[in-house]
């Protein structure tokens, strides 16, 4: 999973723990998800999107994985 | 109350436990920390509630759940192949020769005694707590409770 959030916080100038306050979590848990360590919730990547006034596909985008499978 | 209160209250609490351990060892009455223990965890359940400054996020939910259930996977197989030998002290029926029977005094020997059995329970208590907090540390950073920040 791929997202933008730190994109929308430099065009917001808003600092990880800024978000983290606005949100109601820790910075730690902003970080590790910008840093692609944690997929959040559905609920918490509402709320992400949400502060931020886009569409939760704008701020979070499913990496496809193609599986190639082989036919004998 | 503050975090560092919280914190500074379940050190003492740890502090006296450890003391009424003591105590309960020097007078031989092990009813006295198992009470001191329920109690201590309850009252550090109580103050944990009134905490305002410590945010417990779904990120901190998740390390917490996994870390449990892992414990739990690994500890049950544990303690069951620790109670299936205790059990064996129970239905242990030694083959005795025919004519002790007639002995009423005749006793099966021990295979566990209640002393091994105390330090199979410390193994078990420190093997629990071990894993627990393994289990947390690879969750937490797994899920990047150690990540450096680049702002």
Redesign the interface.
């Known amino acids: 999973m791929k997202n933008k959030i730190k994109v929308y916080r430099a065009m917001h100038d808003l600092?990880?723990e800024d978000l983290a306050r606005a949100i109601?979590?820790?910075r730690?848990?902003i970080?590790?998800i910008e840093?692609g360590?944690?997929v959040?919730?559905l609920?918490?990547a509402f709320k992400i999107a949400r502060y931020f006034q886009v569409t939760i596909e704008d701020v979070f985008q499913y990496d496809e994985v193609h599986i190639t499978i082989e036919v004998d | 109350m503050k975090k560092n209160s919280f914190y500074l209250l379940t050190g003492c609490i740890a502090l006296t436990l450890l003391g009424v351990f003591w105590y309960s060892v020097e007078i031989h009455n092990p009813l006295l920390i198992e009470i001191a223990f329920i109690a201590g965890v309850v009252l550090i359940g109580l103050a944990r509630r009134n905490v305002t400054d410590l945010i417990e996020d779904e990120r901190c939910a998740k390390i917490t759940e996994k870390a449990a259930l892992r414990t739990f996977q690994v500890f049950w197989v544990v303690l069951c192949a620790f109670s299936i030998g205790a059990v064996m002290q129970i239905l242990y029926v030694p083959a005795f020769p025919r004519e002790h029977f007639a002995n009423v005094t005749a006793r099966p020997p021990e295979i566990i005694g209640p002393r091994l059995m105390g330090y199979f329970q410390l193994f078990l208590l420190c093997l629990m707590i071990f894993l627990y907090v393994g289990f947390r540390i690879y969750y937490a950073r797994k899920y990047g409770d150690w990540e450096i920040d680049e702002e």
């Open positions: 600092t990880q109601g979590v820790t730690q848990t970080l590790a840093k360590k944690y959040p919730s609920d918490l």
